[in-house]
T-cell receptor
């Protein structure tokens, strides 16, 4: 059973559209993360948060923004989607730094 | 910066033992973790080594040598369901994980 939920599971959108990927967790974790993963490749950190009203950019912040208004919710917004944004986006949370991340099932985004 | 090296793929038969190695270079080290990811699924946490030595969890064991910047994941009594990608990840001074490219394990009957 998942304690961290991502919606939508799959999304196909046109270039230039604004989209928000949702991520919610029920574990009360302060730390949350967004990763981007292409097939067969490593996970790249996009954004992270250590608590409410705390957000930081990762290595691939690439025209995206996040917000953390509530502990359980950490949405990712792409202001203007491009084909280069086609990828899988994984949300994770953890109680401790560097240890024991719980990942959501991901959103597979295709920008056409 | 951070870099992690692990083999791209490994194959083995059911019941066998397989070892997946991971070497890393990091400016700050806060432990080595392993994650399993089935095709299309979420990565799931397997193990963590903060100190040198072996950690055992059922059929899986993980080892760390900080002086060699090296670790491995050992999978015993392989089952078909173990076919998946396995990622090593190192913790950093910023409390973030850096992941390797993953090792695709295929278990044959």
């Amino acid at each position: 059973e998942a304690d961290i939920y991502q919606t939508p599971r799959y999304l196909v959108i046109g270039t230039g559209k604004k989209i928000t990927l949702e991520c919610s967790q029920t574990m009360g974790h302060d730390k949350m993360y967004w990763y981007q993963q292409d097939p067969g490749m490593e996970l790249h950190l996009i954004h992270y948060s250590y608590g409410v009203n705390s957000t930081e950019k990762g290595d691939l912040s690439s025209e995206s923004t996040v917000s953390r208004i509530r502990t359980e919710h950490f949405p990712l917004t792409l202001e203007s989607a491009r084909p280069s944004h086609t990828s899988q986006y994984l949300c994770a949370s953890s109680e401790w730094e560097n240890y024991g991340y719980t990942f959501g099932s991901g959103t597979r985004l295709t920008v056409v | 910066g951070q870099s992690l090296e692990q083999p791209s793929e490994v194959t083995a038969v059911e019941g066998a033992i397989v070892q997946i190695n991971c070497t890393y270079q990091t400016s700050g080290f806060y432990g080595l973790s392993w994650y399993q990811q089935h095709d299309g699924g979420a990565p799931t946490f397997l193990s963590y080594n903060g100190l040198d030595g072996l950690e055992e969890t059922g059929r899986f064991s993980s080892f760390l040598s900080r002086s060699d910047s090296y670790g491995y994941l050992l999978l015993q009594e392989l089952q078909m369901k173990d076919s998946a990608s396995y990622f090593c990840a190192v913790g950093s001074t910023l409390g973030r994980l850096y992941f390797g490219r993953g090792t695709q394990l295929t278990v044959w009957p």
